[in-house]
């Protein structure tokens, strides 16, 4: 089965500074990689996803994020963090096969310092 | 990107009592839908895969006398919580896939979710 893994709690970062939220995955198979963020209360924006292609993804708000096969990571990444940025944000990944299940990771709770 | 709608957005209700959250599709058709279960801080627990004009697909561990799902319309799936109590104050959250989850390519989209609290 897939999954994923998301290893920091929280991730402390300064307004302007690049932002990095980092996740592992497993999967059989070519992974799909998608990353969603979560604003207190709210259900889980999409950002951005990998299905095939350049390995390098852009998505909304400026973020982008990197498949690396060998590394089996998806690291999302922003150049210069806003403090609108502060946020819990989740990585997930389904198998190109069998029943389209998301698998999440424990989600990462980003806070950016004015 | 699409649009899923949740009804109501919280809600406060007796212990015993029954509580009906609906999801919507607004601008695309969807036959499947999933629903989620998130404790604070933590991440999403799928509950149960909807299908419409089927039965829905509940994940080992979730009580399907407790959790009815209905999946009228390609447009519509609703979560009943039976005969609630304290422990099934959560956050419920929907998603549906564009697409039909026909293809796995296809992105999920989620509602606003639904905060439910049972005194």
């Known amino acids: 089965a897939q999954s994923v893994a998301q290893p920091e709690d929280q991730v402390n970062v300064a307004e302007g500074n690049p932002l990095t939220v980092k996740c592992t995955y497993s999967?059989?198979?070519?992974?799909?990689l998608f990353w969603y963020v979560q604003y207190p209360n709210r259900g889980l924006q999409f950002l951005l996803k990998y299905i095939t292609g350049d390995n390098l993804v852009k998505g909304s708000y400026g973020f982008e994020a990197e498949f690396n096969k060998s590394q089996t990571s998806f690291h999302l990444k922003k150049p210069s963090a806003l403090v609108s940025d502060s946020a819990l944000y989740f990585c997930a990944v389904r198998a190109p096969y069998g029943n389209n299940r998301l698998a999440f990771g424990k989600g990462n709770q980003v806070v950016v310092i004015p | 990107g699409a649009v899923v709608s949740q009804h109501p957005s919280w809600v406060i209700c007796k212990s015993g009592t029954s509580v009906k959250i609906e999801c919507r599709s607004l601008?695309?058709?969807?036959?499947?839908m999933f629903w989620y279960r998130q404790f604070p801080k933590q991440s999403l627990m799928l509950m149960a895969t909807s299908n419409e004009g089927s039965k829905a697909t509940y994940e080992q561990g979730v009580e399907k006398d407790k959790f009815l799902i209905n999946h009228a319309s390609l447009t519509l799936s609703t979560l009943t919580v039976t005969s609630a109590h304290p422990e099934d104050s959560s956050f419920y959250i929907c998603s549906a896939p564009t697409g039909g989850a026909r293809y796995s390519t296809d992105t999920q989209y989620f509602g606003p979710g639904t905060r439910l609290t049972v005194l």
């Open positions: 601008d695309f058709q969807a036959t499947t």
């Open positions: 999967v059989s198979g070519n992974p799909y």
